[in-house]
Every structure is written in structure tokens, then in C-alpha cells.
């Protein structure tokens, strides 16, 4: 039981998740280097920072790893409603 509604439905609704997930990039990016920043201002010994540099890069990494799975899901998505249509 296929509905193409309810497929159109969910790509729209999964597009939006796409979207949030890249905007939050850049916010994700500019927090980290205002951490630093704030960190640096404070007084926070370099070997330390080096550490929460490292940290923080990876923190961001994740945001950059769960928006190209949430683009190539997408692209799945709209692969296979496209295969589905054709198949009609």
C-alpha cells in the first residue's frame, strides 16, 4: 500500500528537518569560536585551550556528519517517490 500523498507529505516534512539541520551549521560554528574567544578572554592556560579546541571541532564535526546523512536521506527519499511515480 502506497500513498503518494503520504510520501509527498513526508519529503515535505523531511526538507524542513533538512533545512534546520543547515542552518544550525553556522550558529554551531560561531558558538564554538565565541567559546574560545570567551575562554581566551578569561585567562584559560594554552595547553587547555589547545584541548577545547579539539572539543569543540569535533562537537561541531558532528553537526556537519548529521547534515550531509539528513541531505543524502533526502536525496534517497526523492529517489525512490521519482522510481514510485514512474512504476504508477
Known sequence: MVSPILIRAGIIVFSAFVFFTLVTLPVEFNASTRAKKLLTSMG???????????????????????????????????LIAGALGRRD
Open 44 to 78: 584559560m592556560p594554552a595547553p587547555e585551550l589547545k584541548g577545547v579546541s579539539s572539543v569543540l571541532g569535533a562537537a561541531s564535526m558532528t553537526y556537519v556528519a548529521s547534515s550531509a546523512t539528513a541531505i543524502l536521506q533526502l536525496l534517497r527519499m526523492l
